[in-house]
């Protein structure tokens, strides 16, 4: 099982390096950005020791792919994809929330009804709502974007206005970019057989002032889907949905007693389930892109990715 979950380059004209949950973000020059999709596992914000087999090609596939199909409608921070597991783009300043959008009662958003809790991010649920119910209209429930080591919090639009997160005004674009953005991937989920039953994206600002969507869209790691076919008649006899996301790697962790809590220690996974895990990964990334899915040479992940970016920072002119 050959997996990348930590590099450590030298790119030319490198100035600095953040390795994140997931991703690590290389800074050229104060221009660029490097963003490498490695195979790590973050599940209740909690890395998981070992790396799953293609995870980082296929977020990145799936991110840059629907970056591609988004253009139109949200402008993003995409350059180039030099590498199966690499997407630069321009040095953007993130803002410091997520925005979360949801048009299902599902995760966290479940989780939290069934402790009798009916308002969101100061955002109302209906009463009487069944988990994995659809609500009347998608809901934005924004997240603080936690320093590292530390969970994402959720967070209301009147306190990321009052404690100046984000400025007033730009904070009604990013609403109005996660609504289109959720009703493109709605879209184009359904064509599938899928539903995007909920989703998260990031913003940053260019150097310039633009607002941009940046690191990753629609991917299992930053969205739930459901499988469509079947969906109004598990609900009706009260079954599980048929899903593909990391759902189903956090209900196993929980049914492990791991829920990142003080105290908990993280389950081992068997080479056997970080397989399945890669299974399900993949299965989700043909669904959704619609397409085989053509695993890329792993016999050395770090020196490809190295010789990959290396010539395209050579060759790249502004």
Request: proline share 4%.
């Amino acid at each position: 099982m050959n997996t990348i979950t930590r590099t450590d380059f030298n790119f030319p004209n490198q100035k600095s390096v953040y390795h994140g949950k997931v991703r690590e973000v290389y800074n050229i020059n104060d221009q660029l950005l490097v963003m490498i999709a490695t195979d790590r596992l973050s599940a209740f914000d909690v890395v998981m020791p070992k790396g799953i087999p293609y995870k980082g090609q296929i977020l990145n596939l799936i991110a840059t792919r629907f970056m591609q199909k988004t253009q139109d409608i949200v402008p993003n921070w995409l350059i180039a994809t030099p590498d199966p597991n690499v997407a630069v783009g321009h040095l953007c300043e993130p803002f410091k929330v997520e925005m979360v959008i949801r048009g299902y009662l599902s995760g966290h958003a479940a989780r939290e009804y069934t402790l009798g809790k009916r308002v969101l991010c100061g955002v109302t649920m209906p009463e009487g709502m069944r988990e994995n119910d659809r609500f009347p209209q998608p809901i934005i429930t924004p997240s603080t974007k936690a320093d590292l080591g530390n969970h994402d919090e959720d967070i209301a639009r009147e306190d990321i206005l009052s404690r100046g997160i984000v400025s007033e005004e730009d904070y009604v674009i990013l609403e109005q970019y996660t609504r289109a953005l959720y009703q493109r991937g709605t879209e184009i989920a359904a064509s599938r057989g899928l539903i995007l039953v909920d989703t998260k994206y990031e913003f940053g600002k260019t150097k310039d002032g633009k607002i941009v969507l940046i690191d990753e869209i629609h991917t299992p790691d930053s969205s739930r889907y459901f499988y469509a076919e079947g969906y109004e008649q598990r609900q009706d006899s009260g079954e599980q949905q048929k899903q593909l996301s990391k759902e189903f790697v956090r209900q196993w962790l929980i049914a492990h007693d791991f829920q990142g809590k003080e105290g908990q220690v993280i389950p081992l996974m068997t080479d056997d389930y970080i397989q399945t895990v890669s299974d399900r990964y993949i299965e989700l990334c043909e669904n959704i892109l619609g397409e085989p899915f053509l695993k890329a040479d792993v016999s050395d992940i770090t020196e490809r990715i190295e010789k990959n970016v290396v010539a395209f920072l050579a060759d790249y002119k502004e």
